[in-house]
Structure formats: C-alpha cells, structure tokens
C-alpha cells in the first residue's frame, strides 16, 4: 500500500511537473503574463505591476532633474538591519551600508536632494561614521541610485564602482548633473569582488535595464547566522525597446537566476522598495520576535521567483514587438 501512494504521489508530481513546464513552454502574451503573475505570488506583486500591468516602453530624455520633492514624501529613519548591514535610504530608494573591520561598503546613493540627510545624517544617526565608506557600488547610472555618489567622492573620498557603459552614460549626459558628475573611477567586472577587511561584495554584470547595470550577491549575519543576498541592480524597462534589448534583458535574469541558486540566496533585495518591500520589512523587522524568521529572509525558491517575474514580463514585453 506504501509503495502504491508512492506510485501515485510521483504520477501526481510527473503531471504538476508536465502543466508547469507546459505552460513555461507556450510562448504567448497571455502565458507569460500567467506564470509571472504565478511567480509572483504575494511576493513580488510591485516588480509584477511595474514590468508586466503597466511597463514603461522607452528611455527618460536627458533632461534637468526636477526640484526636490517634500521631504515628508521621502524621508524615513534609518535602519539596522542586520549584524552588518544598515539600511540609510528613503521610503522610495534603498542605500545600504555594509560594516566591515575595515571601513564601509555602500551600495547606492539615492537622489542627490536624499543623500546627504539620509545617508551622510543616518551613518552618524545609527554611529556609523561617513568617512569609513571606502567603496560606493552603483547599481546604474540613474538619477536615483547615483545622485550622492559626488558627495561621497569628494567629502569622504570613497572609491566609486559602477559599469563602464554607465560611467560613459555619465560622461555624456548635458543635462541630468547640474550640480556637477562624480569623476569617472573603478568599472565595475564580471565576478568582481569588492573586498574590504573580513567583508565583500561580489558584483554581476546584469546588462538590460542600463547597459552597465550592476547586480550583487553578498552575506549578512542575523545574529550570526550567515545568509546570502541576491541584489537586483536594474528593473523597469525605461530603455530602447527593442528585441535585442530585451534578450539581453533577459539573459541577465537567467543569469542572476542561476548564481542566486548556486549561491543559495535566500534574501532578494533591489533598489527600490516598490520592488522588495524594503521599508515595509524593516517596520516588520522591529516588532520580530525571538525565533521568528527576519522578514527579509524569503527562501531560496523565492528568490528564484523574483528573477521569473522579470524574465517572464521581458518575454511578453518582446513579444508585443514581434
Ligand atoms: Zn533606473
């Protein structure tokens, strides 16, 4: 009797099996929509409206940034996070600071209007001192994750690290820097490792949203339990849509989708809140009790599930251009 349930548990398994990678199979709009809706579950549902209900179709103008907006829209408090990571963005863009026993590595730098009251102010809020940063990695060159890169280069002479191409996007913007554009530094490489005392940050190059997009893989410590974080570095398809701009879109997704896996990923983490609910979690994380997980810790096969959602709304964006 044993054996007959296992019998049928695996004909049951081979048919779930059969369905799901049917439906992958079938290359329409409608079933890319359906398995990134499944994918996305309860999860993800901000990256799902962002890139599968309401996609941007094509690059902002390089053009003045407009004045700042209230302050009350932006600001929220700066966070621990984990052992070794400190979150100092605003309620919409994420920075992060990662401590080491050597100094400081920070990911992203929000607005330029952001950065000196979230991330200079909420270094020194947390007791974190500024000038330890000694490495600022950019996910790209958008306004919204590179606008404090100058103020970190020239007050606390922190070494800048971004995709050659978005270096070059830099350099040829006319408009977008009025206060002036940090100085070209380190192209970030494939596999590169941003190493500092006992901490680092291994960098992607994830080509798609920009074409220097940088994502990351690194550990934190809950409590000294060390777990691995899947960065995505660039999201929305505000870039020239066109197929050969989303097959490298989507090659980057499979890519980061096979190292999240052979890395054991089980936080994703991206710039924006809209996309991993960065800022709900941490107001989770301050009423967790003892022996709950950390809210930000989803699990390998979600982490897995993010990167479907954005291969997934790719395919069916391509698609609507055949
Ligand atoms: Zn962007």
Redesign the pocket.
């Known amino acids: 009797m044993r054996l007959q349930i296992g019998a049928a548990l695996a004909i049951m398994v081979g048919l779930a099996v059969a369905s799901t990678s049917a439906q992958q199979g079938a290359d329409t709009i409608d079933a890319h929509l359906a398995a990134a809706k499944a994918a996305a579950g309860f999860d993800f549902t901000g990256t799902l409206a962002r890139i599968c209900i309401a996609p941007q179709t094509a690059p902002g103008a390089d053009v003045r940034p407009p004045p700042p907006p209230d302050r009350a829209t932006w600001f929220t408090e700066p966070a621990k996070v984990f052992d070794n990571l400190y979150f100092v963005g605003t309620k919409i863009h994420s920075s992060w600071a990662m401590t080491t026993s050597e100094g400081i590595i920070l990911i992203d730098t929000l607005y330029d209007y952001a950065s000196e009251e979230a991330i200079v102010g909420g270094l020194r809020k947390l007791g974190l001192d500024p000038a330890a940063v000694k490495y600022v990695i950019i996910s790209?060159a958008?306004g919204?994750h590179v606008g404090g890169a100058k103020l970190m280069q020239d007050r606390f002479g922190a070494r800048i690290v971004m995709g050659a191409p978005d270096w070059d996007s830099i350099e040829k913007s006319v408009n977008q820097y009025p206060n002036g554009k940090p100085k070209r530094d380190i192209s970030a490489t494939d596999g590169q490792k941003v190493a500092l005392g006992d901490g680092a940050v291994m960098l992607a190059l994830t080509p798609g949203?920009t074409p220097g997009t940088v994502s990351m893989f690194f550990q934190v410590k809950d409590n000294g339990q060390p777990l691995t974080v899947a960065y995505s570095g660039?999201t929305?398809f505000n870039f020239v849509n066109d197929v050969p701009h989303f097959d490298t879109y989507i090659a980057s997704q499979r890519k980061m989708a096979e190292r999240a896996g052979s890395q054991n990923a089980t936080i994703l983490m991206s710039n924006h809140s809209e996309f991993d609910n960065a800022v709900t979690k941490i107001k989770l994380l301050a009423a967790r009790k003892a022996g709950e997980p950390h809210p930000f810790e989803l699990g390998r096969e979600a982490v897995q599930r993010y990167f479907k959602v954005m291969d997934e709304c790719a395919q069916m964006a391509r698609l609507k251009l055949l």
């Open positions: 790209h958008h919204d949203h660039g929305a």
